[in-house]
């Protein structure tokens, strides 16, 4: 895994490689649908887009007047939509970070979005008991729903068809329209005791997962209205989920601060993770389902290889090894930045979320003492060396090494490519005395 975890000099810092930035608890977080990018809303009335392969930060969008409460990328990713405790909901152009146009303030904070999967159609919902639907190409309202208390989630289901909402009473419901801009309530979905804090489309059936404040996440099954399973596992109130894409994981997030990562078909949990301090807001997949993106109340947002529950890019407190790629004016150097982020270059170094890269050239696949592979790489008999290492970037992890604990990381341009396995092989050389 040649990816994040941070290299700091003497006179550095602590190494941080978590998306850090915002100045107050994030709420929400979503991953793009080509899995590149993360976008972020927090208490600190801004919004961030990330680069997911070595968490920088691409931009900072800024339009709220007040904490930003929800994030969702529409459809191919380049533009998304944001809500929060102004009353405003804002379309963006993620390629430039302006707004593509914006609601005048509705007056009533809101707390989430969902968007339709063809993208044409989103809707928002708040503390007013209102679910609006909004066209995405002109921003006009197309409707209104009216609840008969404060809402705290909505979804897009039955494949943008209809949506789910769940209030603060625990009620969950299903809306679909019925022609001439009119919406009716088709089903009522009774089982959580207090607010329903979060609802999530499984797109692997006609199922739909909610969480609440009752402590339990709850997988619903949306032809016949009746609760499947209930998901039990946090200590306190259920604060948000996700599904993976093929609908067979789940995240659940719970103010205990914890992530737990359940499968669908047996209801059971396959692990928990100890993910921030305080609790956690928001949680996402990635795409392919290898990797869990989590937000919470201390301001991060972290990254969690969900086969073996390492975090990624974990934070590292004494960090004194030098980082002689900051100062080397190979062409490579610039590139090797976002592999000192999860790998030390001696087997005596910190530990980080990867292996250490010493000897690197000629050595076996999987064959560092001590650190945990996945299974993939555990497997896998052949050598690292240039053309290997090229086919690695070429491809990406994803498809070179299957379930590996690295995020996506391709370098796509041959020249940059060429230059950065140059810099790996000089740099990861047995030391001679020379400073790469």
Not at 237 to 260: C, F, K, M, W
Not at 296 to 304: A, Q
Request: hydrophobic share 40%; glycine share 10%.
């Amino acid at each position: 895994m040649l990816l994040s975890a941070v290299v700091a000099s003497v006179a550095s810092p602590p190494a941080v490689a978590d998306f850090i930035g915002h100045g107050g608890m994030v709420r929400s977080v979503a991953v793009s649908p080509d899995g590149a990018r993360v976008l972020t809303a927090s208490f600190d009335y801004s919004v961030k887009l990330w680069a997911f392969s070595d968490q920088d930060l691409v931009r900072t969008m800024s339009g709220h007047t007040a904490p930003v409460n929800a994030v969702a990328f529409v459809a191919d990713g380049r533009t998304a939509l944001s809500a929060g405790d102004d009353g405003t909901l804002i379309h963006w152009d993620v390629e430039t970070g302006a707004p593509r146009w914006r609601t005048a303030d509705l007056e009533a904070k809101l707390s989430d979005i969902a968007v339709a999967p063809d993208g044409a159609v989103a809707a928002t919902v708040g503390w007013d008991g209102l679910v609006r639907l909004w066209n995405l190409d002109d921003g006009a309202e197309i409707a209104s729903i009216h609840h008969d208390q404060g809402i705290n989630a909505v979804a897009s289901v039955r494949n943008g068809t209809a949506f789910a909402t769940g209030d603060k009473a625990g009620v969950i419901r299903i809306w679909e329209a019925s022609g001439a801009g009119e919406w009716r309530k088709i089903a009522e979905l009774a089982g959580h005791t207090m607010a329903v804090t979060d609802l999530v489309d499984n797109p692997g059936g006609r199922s739909l997962l909610s969480t609440g404040i009752d402590g339990a996440a709850r997988l619903w099954d949306l032809d016949t209205g009746l609760e499947i399973v209930a998901l039990r596992g946090h200590d306190g109130p259920v604060l948000a989920a996700a599904v993976s894409a093929d609908g067979a994981a789940a995240l659940t997030a719970g103010r205990d601060g914890q992530v737990i990562v359940w499968s669908l078909a047996s209801g059971l949990p396959k692990r928990s993770l100890a993910a921030h301090d305080e609790p956690v807001w928001s949680v996402a997949f990635t795409p392919d389902g290898r990797f869990g993106v989590s937000a919470g109340s201390d301001g991060s947002v972290r990254v969690w290889h969900l086969e073996s529950g390492a975090r990624v890019g974990l934070e590292i407190a004494d960090d004194t090894e030098p980082r002689p790629w900051e100062t080397s004016t190979h062409p490579g150097a610039r590139l090797y930045r976002a592999c000192a982020r999860c790998h030390t270059l001696s087997p005596d170094g910190i530990s980080r979320s990867g292996p250490h890269l010493a000897g690197l050239f000629g050595r076996r696949v999987g064959s560092v003492p001590g650190y945990d592979y996945s299974p993939t790489l555990r497997r896998a008999t052949f050598t690292w060396n240039r053309e290997t290492l090229t086919a690695l970037f070429a491809e990406g992890p994803h498809a070179y090494v299957p379930d590996s604990k690295m995020p996506l990381q391709r370098v796509s341009n041959p020249e940059d490519l060429s230059a950065l396995v140059d810099y790996l092989e000089e740099l990861t050389a047995p030391r001679s005395g020379k400073t790469p």
